[in-house]
Each structure stands twice: as structure tokens, then as C-alpha cells.
């Protein structure tokens, strides 16, 4: 039976870590602070924007919402992001994407100053993760390794496999492996063979987005297996992409979902504010 990576519990002792982090450093007069700016009303992005204010309050980070609507240019929006990249009191921030239809989430995230680029979507940021010199992960990936830490699953010398290829999960997650020593496969919708090349994997992530996508025969027995899908089954219910129940009999460990990846990705959020503010008050 596998063991269960509980990224629950994990990034709720994270949130102590940081929590009394941020306290110090507050008492040293500075109170880390994180920006998130929410455009339009799509209610899966304002229900990740609540999420995000409360997991920012439970640490004592400050948090700032910028609430604005669909029909707002690119020009107004830009110009909330100079103001608050010149703001020496907010430390890092985010830009809850998707954005509505004619903005431009390549050139807004641009325009976020990289040391306050909290999800670390920035092209410099990418650059730093590809070169293995960053401060900044993007929060997903960040927290798969943590968890891999925290259950002491090494990944040097290790082959492992990551399905899905998006710039926010399956290329960052590939790049620190790489950077663990893993010798690392990455597969998308056009690789060939796909359950022979994940059937190799001693380390599998999925990042795909489809229910049971992962199904036992495509899983080496004894392999650790990170769900990091969020999807919404047939029944209504949050499911991963791992067809949890079959799988999870030949793994050596393996995350739920939901329960696992998720919470890791919120704390690594607050983490990376953490980051941002401690860089500022050393500049
Ligand atoms: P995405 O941008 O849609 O990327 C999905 C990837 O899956 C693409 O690279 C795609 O390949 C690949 N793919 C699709 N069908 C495939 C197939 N039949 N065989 C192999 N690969 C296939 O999604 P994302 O943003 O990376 O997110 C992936 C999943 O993770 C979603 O369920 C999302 O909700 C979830 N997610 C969870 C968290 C968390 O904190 N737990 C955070 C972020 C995302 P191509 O590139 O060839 O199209």
C-alpha cells in the first residue's frame, strides 16, 4: 500500500514557518505585502483570490485586492502595475489569470517587476529557473519538491517522467528536477507510446487536466506519483488526473488530490512573498 504525501498537513506547518517568519520581519518593520489584482468576475478566479487573501491573513501578510472590471484596457491595467512595482511597501504581485478577452497576459506579466514577481512567470524569472539560479519557482512545481523533500524521495540519478508541457507547471517542473539530478522525460499530447515511456518512471508527475488520465498500467510498480490535476468529475466532485483508487495499490507513495499539490501550491505563494520581502529589506 502506498504511503500518502499529505500536502495538506505539510503546507500547514509551512504556514507556521512562515508565519512566524513574517512576524519578525514585521517587527522589524516590515510587513511582507502581496498585491493580487483580479480582472472581471469569472468565479473560479474569485473564489482563488479569496483563498489567497485568507492564506495571506492567516500568516499576517498583508494583502491588497485590486478588484477590476472585465472591460478594463491593457493601457489601465499596466498602469496599476507601474504604480505598484514603484510602491516599496508591496512586495510581490499577482495578476489572477486567466484575464479577459483582450488583454494581454504575456505583456501584463512582463510588465510586473521580476523581483516582485511572486508566481515567477516573468521571461527573466523563466530564465533564472532554466539557468538553476532563481529566488523565485513558480508556486506549483516549487511545492512538488518540497513534498518530495519532506518524504526524503531522492531524485538524483532517478528517471523521471512529467506529462503536460505548460509554461506554469510541466516545463518548470521538468527544469528542477533537471536541476535535482533526475534524468528527466518530458511527454505531451503528441508523444508516441506514452504509457511506455511513463511505465519507465520512478518519479511521475501528471500535469494534464483530464480525469483518470493516469491509469495503473501506465505506472511502474513502486514509482511515487504526484497528481498535480484539478479537475471536476462526472459526480461534481475535485479530482486529480491519477486513477487514484488502481494506482495507488502499486505505488510506493502517492498524492491525493485533492490534498496534496494544491495546498502545497498556496503556501508556496506565501512563501515567495516572504522571499520578496526579505530582498527588499536587504536592498
Ligand atoms: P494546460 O496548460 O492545459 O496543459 C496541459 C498539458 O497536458 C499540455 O502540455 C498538453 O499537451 C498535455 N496533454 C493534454 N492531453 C494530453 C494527452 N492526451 N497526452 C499527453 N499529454 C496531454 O494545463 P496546466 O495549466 O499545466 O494544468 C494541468 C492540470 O493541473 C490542470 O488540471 C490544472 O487545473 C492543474 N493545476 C493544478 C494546480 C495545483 O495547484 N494543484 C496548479 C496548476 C494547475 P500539449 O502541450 O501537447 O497540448
Known amino acids: 500500500m502506498a504511503i500518502l504525501m499529505d500536502g495538506k498537513a505539510l503546507a500547514?506547518?509551512?504556514?507556521?514557518?512562515?508565519?512566524?517568519?513574517?512576524?519578525?520581519?514585521?517587527?522589524?518593520?516590515?510587513?511582507?505585502?502581496?498585491?493580487?489584482?483580479?480582472?472581471?468576475?469569472?468565479?473560479?478566479?474569485?473564489?482563488?483570490?479569496?483563498?489567497?487573501e485568507k492564506d495571506c491573513a492567516?500568516?499576517?501578510?498583508?494583502?491588497?485586492?485590486?478588484?477590476?472590471?472585465?472591460?478594463?484596457?491593457?493601457?489601465?491595467?499596466?498602469?496599476?502595475?507601474?504604480?505598484?512595482?514603484?510602491?516599496?511597501?508591496?512586495?510581490?504581485?499577482?495578476?489572477q489569470l486567466p484575464?479577459?478577452?483582450?488583454?494581454?497576459?504575456?505583456?501584463?506579466?512582463?510588465?510586473?517587476?521580476?523581483?516582485?514577481?511572486?508566481?515567477?512567470?516573468?521571461?527573466?524569472?523563466?530564465?533564472?529557473?532554466?539557468?538553476?539560479?532563481?529566488?523565485?519557482?513558480?508556486?506549483?512545481?516549487?511545492?512538488?519538491?518540497?513534498l518530495l523533500e519532506a518524504y526524503n524521495i531522492p531524485v538524483e540519478g532517478r528517471e523521471c517522467v512529467v506529462i503536460g508541457r505548460s509554461n506554469i507547471v510541466g516545463k518548470p517542473q521538468a527544469m528542477l528536477l533537471l536541476h535535482a539530478n533526475g534524468t528527466v522525460t518530458m511527454c505531451?499530447?503528441?508523444t508516441a507510446n506514452l504509457a511506455e515511456v511513463t511505465r519507465r518512471a520512478d518519479i511521475l508527475v501528471c500535469a494534464v487536466g483530464i480525469v483518470n488520465f493516469v491509469t495503473a498500467d501506465m505506472v511502474k510498480p513502486g514509482a511515487v506519483v504526484i497528481d498535480v490535476g484539478m479537475n471536476v468529475n462526472a459526480e461534481g466532485k475535485l479530482t486529480g488526473d491519477v486513477d487514484f483508487p488502481a494506482v495507488e495499490k502499486i505505488t510506493s507513495y502517492i498524492t491525493p488530490a485533492p490534498g496534496g499539490v494544491g495546498p502545497m501550491t498556496r503556501a508556496m505563494l506565501l512563501e515567495n512573498t516572504l522571499t520578496a520581502a526579505k530582498m527588499a529589506a536587504q536592498a
Open 12 to 52: 500547514a506547518r509551512l504556514r507556521q514557518q512562515i508565519k512566524d517568519e513574517v512576524a519578525l520581519l514585521t517587527q522589524q518593520g516590515i510587513q511582507p505585502c502581496l498585491a493580487v489584482i483580479l480582472v472581471g468576475d469569472d468565479p473560479a478566479s474569485c473564489f482563488y483570490v479569496a483563498n489567497k
Open 58 to 95: 492567516e500568516c499576517g501578510i498583508r494583502s491588497i485586492k485590486y478588484v477590476l472590471p472585465a472591460g478594463t484596457t491593457e493601457q489601465e491595467l499596466l498602469a496599476l502595475i507601474a504604480r505598484l512595482n514603484n510602491d516599496p511597501a508591496v512586495h510581490g504581485i499577482l495578476v
Open 99 to 146: 484575464l479577459p478577452k483582450g488583454l494581454s497576459a504575456a505583456k501584463v506579466i512582463t510588465a510586473i517587476s521580476p523581483s516582485k514577481d511572486v508566481d515567477a512567470f516573468h521571461p527573466e524569472n523563466v530564465g533564472r529557473v532554466m539557468q538553476g539560479k532563481y529566488t523565485f519557482a513558480p508556486c506549483t512545481p516549487a511545492g512538488v519538491m518540497k
Open 188 to 190: 505531451h499530447s503528441k
